[in-house]
């Protein structure tokens, strides 16, 4: 993948957009509608879409669909930048997880957006066990997960390969 071109940064309130990565950005703001007027009349520095949401994992999937539908190469939510960043460049699936409850950061690369697209997703994956949800799937198919510190910094990366 060399190069990352499209980069989808979900948040779900405004105050939480910080510095952009470099390429084109696409800040996706995934909340009820009560940020939505403040989050589309600032100037961000990068396109800026809304998206409905009415739980973490709602968030999550708001954004990630968006960035599929939009072909982009990478997806940051909740605060996932610098090196969980770093982590989503290549063609091989990654999902990277930030370990700091209640639900950290979460990264993915396009081939890991694709995955995502195939697995059935249960009403509570929707709400607050997103996380779970993502790393209990991307484990049983043998893809490849990070987690990440509080402060973002590589801990032991979590590679299993299950087997029948």
């Not at 697209?117 to 997103?130: E, S, T």
Request: proline share 6%; glycine share 12%.
């Amino acid at each position: 993948m060399g190069v990352v071109g499209i980069t989808v940064i979900g948040v779900t309130h405004p105050g939480q957009v910080g510095a952009l990565p470099g390429g084109t950005n696409v800040l996706v703001l995934a909340d009820d509608g009560t940020f939505a007027d403040e989050f589309l009349e600032a100037d961000h520095g990068a396109h800026q879409l809304v998206v409905r949401s009415f739980g973490r994992g709602s968030a999550f999937f708001g954004v990630a669909d968006k960035a599929r539908e939009l072909g982009a190469d990478r997806v940051l939510f909740g605060g996932a930048h610098d090196i969980a960043a770093s982590f989503t460049t290549g063609e091989d699936p990654v999902l990277v997880l930030g370990v700091r409850p209640p639900g950290g950061p979460i990264a993915c690369n396009a081939a890991f957006l694709e995955w995502l697209d195939r697995w059935p997703r249960p009403a509570n994956a929707y709400h607050g066990d997103v996380d779970h949800w993502l790393a209990a799937n991307a484990l049983r198919e043998g893809l490849r997960v990070e987690l990440v510190s509080w402060r973002m910094e590589p801990t032991v990366p979590l590679r299993r390969k299950l087997t029948a």
